[in-house]
């Protein structure tokens, strides 16, 4: 039992490092993908980034102290990765947040919040329904879900995702370190704090 715990210890210590040496590799494309929404303040001195399917529940658990810590602590970017792994109807959900943008940048965001913010399982109607009530035109919305740009956005994030060993959603990155799973608010808090105390080293 403890050769077979010391092996499971030593899987995930293994998994970890390579992790942490794909996320240095995957720099440029994790933090400065031009394309990628951010919210937060963009200038934050610690930068979040989520990997999140819109119909994850650990995802949602997670979004209200992602919000909570961000209206506490306005030194924080936050980098949103959709990551729809979870079935045509995540897929849906992406392009339509991702599309939003095109009606202004703060669209995004409202958005995302709004997708997180619904407990049921999502459908079409329910996301076209959201979109009508985070005042976007939804007829252009549709038009510019087909857009290439939103599917190469996409694309882009499975691809990072799979480079940097993201086996499901929510996956976060504070600073340079990877936390796979929902994070609690004092988790997220506690990630943050280390990432400004290691980013002074």
């Known amino acids: ?70 209206k506490e602590d306005k030194n924080i970017k936050l980098i949103y990765k959709d990551f729809p792994i979870l079935g045509p109807m995540s897929a ?21 919040d709004a997708l997180m913010g619904k407990k049921d399982h999502l459908t079409e109607d329910m ?25 190469k956005i996409i694309q882009a994030n499975l691809e990072l995702g799979g480079d940097i060993g993201v086996r499901g959603t929510p996956m976060f990155i504070v600073g340079q370190q990877v936390y796979p799973g929902a994070m609690q608010y004092d988790q997220l808090k506690k990630a943050v704090t280390d990432a400004r105390a290691a980013a002074k080293k």
């Not at 095109?102 to 995302?112: A, C, F, I, R």
């Not at 959201?130 to 740009?149: E, F, P, R, Y």
């Open 127 to 151: 996301i076209f329904d959201i979109a009508k009530g985070q005042g976007l035109d939804v007829a252009k919305l549709k038009k510019d879900m087909d857009d290439d740009s939103v599917g």
């Open 92 to 112: 849906t959900a992406s392009k339509a947040a991702l599309a939003s943008v095109k009606q202004g940048p703060d669209k995004y965001v409202k958005m995302h």
């Open 1 to 70: 039992m403890e050769a077979m715990q010391e092996l499971q210890k030593r899987d995930q210590a293994n998994a970890e490092e390579k992790s942490e040496k794909a996320i240095k590799a995957a720099t440029d494309k994790i933090f400065n993908n031009p394309d990628t929404p951010i919210g937060g303040n963009p200038k934050g001195d610690v930068t979040l980034v989520e990997f999140f399917d819109y119909q994850c529940g650990y995802c949602k658990m997670s979004e209200a102290d992602v919000e909570k810590l961000l």
